[in-house]
């Protein structure tokens, strides 16, 4: 199994509170993703980063932030966190663009 | 716009007998590949496995296959000898390689299979 971790694994906050999840990977891959997953929808894409502070939005970026200072770290960040983004949080990190991507835990956020 | 879409959301099969999970795709891309992915209870997800488009050979890993029909963008898959460990959600996706949103896996919104003793 790809050495990939996620924390918190789960957290309830309130409305307008900053969130931060944090990646944290053992494999040296170059690329990390941040998905969220609800039902009805599979998962979506919210940052990604192709590199040590190189980072892009996704499909469903607005809300959030995202940092990498190190190869192994990716952080989310949900600046004032609302209940739209109560949801469960995957990352996953690949080797390449096209290489397979591999998932983390996953973190589930509730926001009340 | 690229777009995965499985029109079963929820299957069952009896222990041991074989499934199929359909999975047919939109792109107009040519550099792209295709895969499964399993998510348990547990949350987990799992790759299932995966196919290459320049492929022409259908990819196997054990008991699982899949039914790849590039001029349909059709990618189904075939589990044999269904096992109660097999009872999960099962996602399809792709991703296109090189410009665009590189390495943006698109996923269906999957399928619910049962197995059933």
Known sequence: DAGITQSPRHKVTETG????LRCHQTENHRYMYWYRQDP????RLIHYSYGVKDTDKGEVSDGYSVSRSKTEDFLLTLESATSSQTSVYFCAISE????????????????? | ???????????????????????TYDTSESNYYLF???????????????????????ATENR????????AKSFSLKISDSQLGDTAMYFCAFV??????????????????SVKP
Do not use: D
């Open chain 2, 64 to 71: 699982f296959s899949v039914n790849f029909q590039k001029a």
């Open chain 2, 36 to 58: 499964w992915y399993k998510q348990p209870p547990s949350r987990q997800m799992i790759l299932v496995i995966r196919q290459e488009a320049y492929k022409q050979q259908n």
């Open chain 1, 96 to 112: 390449s663009t096209v290489s397979t991507q591999y998932f983390g835990p996953g973190t589930r956020l509730t926001v009340l």
């Open chain 1, 17 to 20: 509170t900053p969130v931060t």
């Open chain 2, 96 to 113: 296109w390689g090189l410009g665009g949103s590189q390495g943006n896996l698109i996923f269906g919104k999957g399928t619910k299979l």
């Open chain 2, 1 to 23: 716009a690229q777009t995965v879409t499985q029109s079963q959301p929820e299957m069952s099969v009896q222990e041991a007998e074989t499934v199929t999970l359909s999975c």
């Open chain 1, 40 to 43: 009805g929808h599979g998962l």
